[in-house]
């Protein structure tokens, strides 16, 4: 037999029983009358408390001025983002004409020698190439 | 229109899109947050702070989900802290003692301005856990995890808070006889 227990009750006007549980608080309402005026009080209360949204006092928030402030900070999200060291110096040297025009030029200077040589080196094969063939008439 | 279309909208930066936000969503944040916090001037910064999170996390929203959960989260968590900023005693250790409960009135029958009241009268973590419960209709889990609470320590908030509604109520209703 079940005896008197706000929290039972309170979960039984909730919804927040399973069925046997409710059966026997059921049984037990049905005897006690103090409970059953608890539940009656609890079933008021539980609906005023889904309801007290209703006790706000208005709002003079001016949804104009708070949607400019929305928009101006989805733009502000969409600006980019700063850019490291690293990559702005990279960005600067390569970028600039004082620094490409010399490594232009050094890598004129280097290639020049090779290129001499290179050429040297060719012409010796073909003299080669040559004198193999002089010889062979 | 719906939460997917206010959401792409705002993705895209569209103007209409966050004008539309707000209709669709403005006075329930601004009315949740006053109820968990009393306080209008509160509620109506923390409506503006609400709104300005959604739109800097506005790329990470999925349109396919509705966008009230979100707002009631960010609203719960921002008045929660808001809430522990201002009362140092809003920790779990701290609890008021529920008073017993007592027999009451044969009817339930209280005004508007009573239950406000009875509801201000309350810890503020309890008045929220029971605003989620009652007008949010979420689960004993759902409220655990919105409000960062064991279970265990959700329920016992809802049912004291009831228990000390019930009371503070009936004696009003005492006292006007």
């Known amino acids: 037999m079940m005896t008197c227990q706000d929290d039972l009750v309170q979960m039984y006007v909730d919804g927040d029983l399973q069925p046997a549980e409710g059966d026997i608080v059921e049984a037990h309402l049905a005897t006690c009358e103090s409970c059953r005026r608890r539940a009656v009080f609890y079933k008021g209360l539980f609906w005023d408390l889904a309801h007290t949204e209703r006790f706000a006092p208005a709002s003079d928030l001016e949804p104009e001025a708070l949607a400019e402030a929305l928009r101006a900070e989805w733009v502000k999200g969409q600006e980019p983002k700063p850019v490291g060291a690293v990559a702005l110096a990279t960005l600067w040297f390569t970028a600039n004409p004082v620094f490409t025009g010399t490594a232009h030029a050094a890598g004129r200077a280097l290639a020049s020698p090779a290129q001499a040589a290179g050429r040297a080196l060719t012409g010796l094969g073909w003299r080669l190439i040559g004198r193999k063939g002089g010889g062979s008439r | ?177």
Request: net charge positive; charged share 30%; aromatic share 8%.
């Open chain 2, 1 to 177: 229109m719906d939460d997917r279309a206010l959401i792409e909208l705002c993705q895209c930066g569209h103007p209409a899109g966050f004008s539309r936000l707000l209709a669709a969503y403005q006075d329930r944040v601004y009315r949740t947050a006053y109820t968990f916090l009393r306080n209008r001037e509160d509620a109506r910064d923390l409506t503006q702070e609400v709104f300005l999170r959604t739109v800097r996390a506005v790329n990470s929203l999925d349109p396919d989900r509705p966008l009230w959960p979100w707002l009631r989260r960010v609203t719960t968590n921002l008045s929660l802290t808001l809430l522990k900023k201002r009362t140092p005693h809003l920790s779990l250790d701290a609890l008021p003692e529920s008073a017993q409960p007592q027999d009451c009135s044969a009817e339930p029958a209280w005004t508007q301005l009573e239950i406000r009241e009875a509801l201000g009268e309350l810890p503020p973590l309890w008045r929220i856990v029971l605003t989620l419960r009652h007008q949010e209709e979420l689960p004993y889990e759902e409220i655990a995890r919105v409000t960062d609470l064991p279970v265990g320590t959700v329920k016992t908030y809802i049912f004291r808070g009831r228990r000390l509604l019930r009371e503070r109520l009936a004696l009003r209703e005492g006292s006007h006889r």
